[in-house]
């Protein structure tokens, strides 16, 4: 791996750099440099999909004026605590065999869907029958003195952390022992709030009513979408189980999400993969990796200017919506006011959508590699491979890979930060002139 890794960061630099470098610039350019009321931020093809979709932006007035922030306050809901600074739409919602709601999904687009039936048997999880029903050990619950609950990975690279402390405090518990602890924090009222989320597994513990009803999920719907997407056929699924305000901050997942409300209310905002450069997420090998570091609670714009550009897609979803969560599109998930939330994500191992395989075509390919240097010379301009045209999602995906290879081989975020900036620095100005 030790020798293979350069020649693979190589190939994915190459691609992305010198095929598609010249693209992302021009992109950059337009980025946020108009306010067309149909359009997001970005312009690119995946938004131009979503315009038949997604209504107007809230925010009319120009650009400019927009930038400032100062008319730009999130929509306030009397169900939920958070207000923030960046205008949303409402993402639409579709019956659950609509064609239409198919197409979205096959185009890698958030959508909440109604009237499914393939977790039906959940529907009736309420927290009385979980603490009666759930009765095996092992399940993870955290407890937090403020209502972010900042995902993190201890077993990443804490040695080289000696400043880094979780920001909340994890704990292996039995379910009903989590139920106790919400009634005492719901009596002190100091703050403090707790957050169950754990895998769900058919073991010992697990009562005859709840191993029906998971074996009872209608997995041949979901299988039928799996494999006309080419998805990994192996389910994961999370229980979530919130008090009342607690938030799950922005990050994206590396799974395909079937995300079900069971109980409660939660806002969902989504960000397209393309808000990368916007939500400044933790570098990967970091204990926060895949986390943006900005707090949407109190945003540091000067730590994280590019913030001010960012602009969401807004999902309310209660008992029995389904909301699909595409692969590395950013999501912040927050718990309604006045009650607990029970939620169920269906995971899935997206299709591979990475550059290196997607195409064959490339300079990069095994057979072009065994060419003498004479030969490639002689090709002629149409035989030169050409620009190839990336979706945000594989955008993303690729940037991920390219970072996780140098992290990979070195352990070090100062050489993985060197090693970046010299790729770059100054080596692409040209495109500038042209």
């Known amino acids: 791996m030790a020798i293979l890794a350069p020649l693979q960061l190589a190939m994915y630099l190459a691609l992305f750099l010198f095929l598609y470098l010249p693209t992302i610039t021009a992109a950059t350019e337009k980025t946020c440099s108009h306010r067309d009321s149909n359009l997001a931020c970005y312009d690119s093809p995946s938004l131009h999909t979503k315009e038949k979709y997604y209504p107007e932006h809230l925010c009319s007035s120009s650009h400019e004026q927009c930038a400032n922030h100062e008319d730009r306050q999130f929509p306030v ?85 000696e400043d880094w402390k979780p920001p909340h405090k994890k704990m292996i518990t039995y379910f009903h022992e989590f139920m106790e602890l919400v009634k005492d ?66 990050h994206y997942d590396v799974l395909e999400n079937f995300f079900v409300q069971i109980a409660g209310l939660k806002r969902v905002i989504l960000f397209s993969p393309e808000y990368f450069r916007c939500l400044y997420p933790y570098p990967v090998g970091h204990p926060h990796d895949r986390q943006s570091q900005v707090n949407f609670d109190e945003p540091d714009f000067e730590r994280f200017p590019k913030f001010k550009e960012i602009e969401g897609l807004e999902a309310v979803v209660g008992p029995r919506d389904v909301l699909y969560i595409p692969t590395y599109w950013w999501h912040y998930v927050e718990s309604e006011h006045n009650s607990m939330t029970v939620s169920l994500n269906f995971w899935f191992d997206p299709k591979n959508q990475t550059l290196g395989n997607q195409t064959s075509t490339s300079a990069l390919s095994s057979s072009d590699s065994e060419q003498t240097a004479e030969e490639k010379d002689t090709l002629t301009e149409k035989e030169l491979p050409k620009k190839i045209e990336i979706t945000p999602t594989q955008e993303l995906a690729l940037k991920r890979e390219i970072e996780s290879i140098i992290h990979e081989n070195t352990r070090d975020h100062e050489k993985v930060r060197r090693i970046l900036k010299e790729i770059l620095s100054g080596r692409f100005d040209f495109l500038d002139a042209s």
């Not at 759930?134 to 690279?157: C, N, P, T, V």
């Not at 039928?224 to 189980?241: A, Q, Y």
């Open 185 to 250: 924090l719901q009596k002190s009222n100091n703050g403090t709030l707790s957050y169950f989320q754990s895998p769900l597994y058919i073991i010992e513990g697990v009562s005859k009513s709840l191993v029906e009803d998971i074996n009872s999920f209608d997995y041949p719907w979901l299988l039928d979408i799996v494999t006309r997407l080419g998805w990994g056929d192996k389910v994961i699924n999370l229980l979530l189980i919130g008090m009342t305000d607690v938030v799950t901050p922005t």
């Open 77 to 161: 809901d009397p169900r939920f605590q958070g207000v923030y600074t960046f205008p949303v739409k409402k993402l639409p919602r579709m019956n659950c065999f609509e064609p239409e709601a198919m197409k979205m999904i096959d185009n890698g687009l958030p959508v909440i869907l109604e009237n499914c039936s393939f977790a039906s048997s959940a529907y009736k999880w309420d927290l009385d029958y979980l603490d009666e029903n759930l009765r095996d050990k092992g399940h993870i619950a955290y407890i937090s003195k403020q209502r972010r609950f900042l995902y993190f990975d201890e077993d990443k690279m804490i040695d080289r952390y």
